[in-house]
């Protein structure tokens, strides 16, 4: 007989986060710490978020093709943004 053991996810509590993020952060997998800041996107063009009810946040970003991260932004990594002052850091 197998041994189930039931526990909680641990989450993070943004609440105790006092600031915005000026730029998008860059991480290279869900496994990387996202409490450290990451490569911050500081040469993106724009980037906005935008989020309804019932619906998942999107990003949009413009990044310049000769940026200096160009290279590592690509499918299976993350990016970090916030999309109001209610939900930051996402």
């Known amino acids: ?11 993070t509590d943004y609440s ?13 997998s869900v496994n ?8 911050t996107l500081s040469d ?6 935008t989020w309804n009810d019932n619906q998942f946040p999107t990003l949009q970003l413009t990044y ?3 940026g200096i991260h160009a290279k590592k932004l690509k ?3 993350y990016l970090m943004a ?3 002052a209610k939900f930051v850091h996402q």
């Open 16 to 28: 105790v986060y006092d600031y915005l993020l000026d730029y998008p952060h860059w991480y290279q």
């Open 75 to 77: 499918e299976n990594t």
């Open 64 to 66: 310049p093709r000769d």
């Open 44 to 49: 993106a063009v724009s980037c906005l978020v």
């Open 1 to 11: 007989m197998a041994l189930i053991t039931v526990g909680k996810i641990p989450e």
């Open 82 to 84: 916030d999309i109001n």
């Open 32 to 39: 990387s710490d996202f409490s450290t800041p990451g490569l």
